[in-house]
């Protein structure tokens, strides 16, 4: 069915914004929940936030929430990450992942890794103060 390739990352300063895109293939689509992750050495993997494939409904966790969006775009298929207002503790590689669901379930409920089972090579965000 494809891969998950994400780009967009690179080094910026806090206070700047940040886009990151993934390639999503055929993963935007009803059967799939998409979502972005970001890991630092020694941290936990953690959901940054997530793009139901059929509803295009959204979700971050209050951790991100005035300064995450995420979008897709059918007609690109790419699933689009924008993060605003960049903190040094912002440092991390982001993944994109996809994880098997439906319409109705969407999102709900799937936010950690153990819930997606396709995953891009990551793209590294290094933000300096």
């Known amino acids: 069915q494809g891969q998950l390739v994400e780009s967009g990352g690179g080094s910026v300063q806090a206070g700047k914004s940040l886009r990151l895109s993934c390639a999503a293939s055929?993963?935007?689509?009803?059967?799939?929940?998409l979502a972005w992750f970001r890991q630092s050495p020694g941290e936990d993997r953690e959901v940054v936030a997530t793009?139901?494939?059929?509803?295009?409904?959204?979700w971050w966790p209050d951790s991100v929430a005035d300064r995450v969006t995420i979008f897709g775009d059918r007609a690109k298929k790419t699933v689009d990450l924008h993060i605003s207002n960049l903190k040094p503790e912002d440092t991390a590689t982001y993944y994109c992942?996809?994880?098997?669901?439906?319409?109705?379930?969407?999102?709900?409920?799937?936010?950690?890794?153990?819930?997606?089972?396709?995953w891009g090579q990551g793209t590294q965000v290094t933000v300096s103060s």
């Open positions: 055929t993963y935007l689509s009803e059967n799939f929940c």
């Open positions: 992942a996809a994880g098997t669901s439906d319409w109705w379930t969407g999102c709900q409920g799937l936010t950690t890794p153990e819930n997606f089972h396709i």
């Open positions: 793009l139901s494939g059929g509803r295009l409904s959204t």
